[in-house]
């Protein structure tokens, strides 16, 4: 799926096999990646991929698959379904330091604080660490699950490394020694698809799931904080089966000045706000829903606090949204919209064809088989057929009976 995100002042946008990235305050050269036309994996190099299904790195389609910024905004990196990882230098100008690769494909990436390490799971349940510093280094196995990962974040320290996987579980480790477990963050009902420790609260973790809620956690102790089920802010549902789906949290993205917290649901052309109550007990609180005029693929914030979104329009692909006078409204007359719309819209063909994909979470969701009613309903067939059998046999010996009487 389509995704955005800021890279400094580098507005990056990454949909199919290609990242761009577009200057939002210069009128500077954009810089685009393929992944199609990037290195091949060297023969002489280890095929580990017999736990992947199977497939080799041939038989990838060189989608970009995730990728990550660093903290200071200088480093980015990403992965694609070719098991490439690559790790780029963003300022002063656009450059590829290498093109590494991992064992399996990948789900989400991450820098750390430090900017040491660029720390990868994947499909199998395992985390990677990747160094920064010696960029041709291959990676080194962290730590795994038994399920598949589907998120990541880290806190503000380094200290501990965050991990959810599709069976509801997110676990709290020591990045340094990670078979050293601090907790576990248990309460969701369906996989995690979204975590994020937010800028200026290091003690928090915020997780949305598959089963529509979004969560806030002590994740040090393990402790739930708050909970809220986004069903109930949305507008009323147009049809019964709209009333049993739960929306999947897809994103969720924290403002700078982490007064602002946006959270987007699949499928949704709806974008819910939290705000960060300090007067007294520091808590979040439901603070708006912003109702789009398309469904958006995907939202980040800006570094001066505006959120971008990326829609399914071919008109208006990009909307900035500030917030005014207590309420979040569009800047359809930004400099910077302009600029990133101009750049942008030449790829737009590209975004079409990769929108034309099923649910990137549909797979996900666990099948529950009821085969309680099965076995109740063959079990009174049975008797039914018992007690015909047993009518009919009964029938039978009253005529025999009259017949030796006669």
Known sequence: MPAVGFCGEWFIFTCDKKL??????QARESFVFDCSTADKKPNNTKDVSNGDGGASEETGSDKVLAFAVSPSGKLMALTDDSKRLVLFHCEPSWQCISIRWVVRRCTSLMFSQAEDQLLATDKSGDVYSFSVGEPQREGELKMGHL????AMSMSPDDKFIITADRDEKIRVSHLRSPYNIQSFCLGHQQFVSALLVPPGHPHWLLSGSGDGTMKLWDYESGRKLQSWDLKEHEETPSSEADKQKKPTVCRISCSPDARHVAVQCERASTVHFFTVDQDGEEK???????????????????????LWVLMDSSDAPLQI?????????SDAESPELIRVTEAFKPHWETLE??????SRFEHLYKVNFDNVAAYLQKK????????KRGGTQKANSNKKARKEML
């Open 284 to 306: 979040l609180v439901p603070h708006r829903r912003l109702s789009l005029p398309h469904c958006p693929l995907d939202m980040t914030f800006d570094p001066e606090g505006q």
């Open 147 to 150: 399920s598949m990962l589907l």
């Open 353 to 358: 064809a990769a929108l034309r994909t099923d």
């Open 380 to 387: 009174q067939q049975r008797l039914e057929e018992q007690l």
């Open 20 to 25: 761009v990235a577009i200057h939002t305050k």
């Open 321 to 329: 949204y500030t917030h005014r006078r207590d309420s979040w409204e």
